[in-house]
């Protein structure tokens, strides 16, 4: 169990334009997730913490006007990437914790987004 | 500034070859994990130290746990071109989840 997914894989999108991504936990219920930024052959940037049924905390530096979170079920968050220019251009990984283990080093993650932004 | 550093930043080696990949920060860690991740996929849990001292052994992988709990060792024998890969350390402090700054191992056949 714990397996968590990520929609799409890979979008490609032209600048100016709105690009939404999902984050499940297709087999349990997580009460957090994260999400993270991550350029080639770099470690994982925390973006921000989204927790259902409220605001999401956004880590120093991460517009929260510019990378919307909605985490509106125990079973799914969204990324929309608002108004995308080029240097937006990254690959965005989700991870969710369990509803019932509460531990911050039991994250599962998804297998990544590469957003493209022409 | 980064809490956990890592490394060496990139490392290619030849296969058979050994390699010991090092995490270090000043600050304690009430648990500490390793993963790999591999292009265009998300990292993958190895293994997670909580004891200092610890050490763990994952095939030809082990890790080690300072004894302080402040710096951890991941060393592969015999390594494989199957352990390519970005290896990162991330550490809980109990409030807050950081991840290392990566490790780019290129083992070639």
């Known amino acids: 169990g714990a397996v968590v997914s990520q929609h799409p894989s890979w979008v490609i999108c032209k600048s100016g334009t709105s690009v939404k991504i999902e984050c499940r936990s297709l087999d349990f219920q997580a009460t957090t997730m994260f999400w993270y930024r991550q350029f080639p052959k770099q470690s994982l940037m925390l973006m921000a913490t989204?927790?259902?049924?409220?605001?999401?905390?956004?880590e120093q530096g991460v517009e929260k006007d510019k990378f919307l979170i909605n985490h509106a079920s125990l079973t799914l968050s969204t990324l929309t990437v608002t108004s995308a220019h080029p240097e937006d251009s990254s690959f965005y990984i989700c991870?969710?914790?369990?509803?019932?283990?509460?531990?911050?080093?039991?994250?599962?993650f998804g297998p990544g987004t590469r957003l493209t932004v022409l | 500034t980064q809490l956990l550093e890592q490394s060496p930043q990139f490392l290619s080696i030849q296969e058979g070859e050994n390699l010991t990949v090092y995490c270090n920060s000043s600050s304690v860690f009430s648990s500490l994990q390793w993963y790999r991740q591999e292009p265009g996929e998300g990292p993958v849990l190895l293994v997670t130290?909580?004891?200092?001292?610890e050490v763990k052994k994952l095939k030809r992988l082990t890790f080690q746990f300072g004894d302080a709990r402040k710096d951890s060792s991941l060393h592969i024998t015999a390594a494989q071109p199957g352990d390519t890969g970005l290896y990162l350390c991330a550490g809980n402090t109990g409030n807050q989840f950081y991840f290392g700054t990566g490790t780019s191992l290129t083992v070639i056949p």
């Open positions: 991870s969710a914790i369990r509803a019932a283990s509460g531990m911050l080093d039991t994250q599962y």
């Open positions: 130290v909580v004891t200092g001292g």
């Open positions: 989204s927790n259902e049924g409220s605001k999401a905390t956004y």
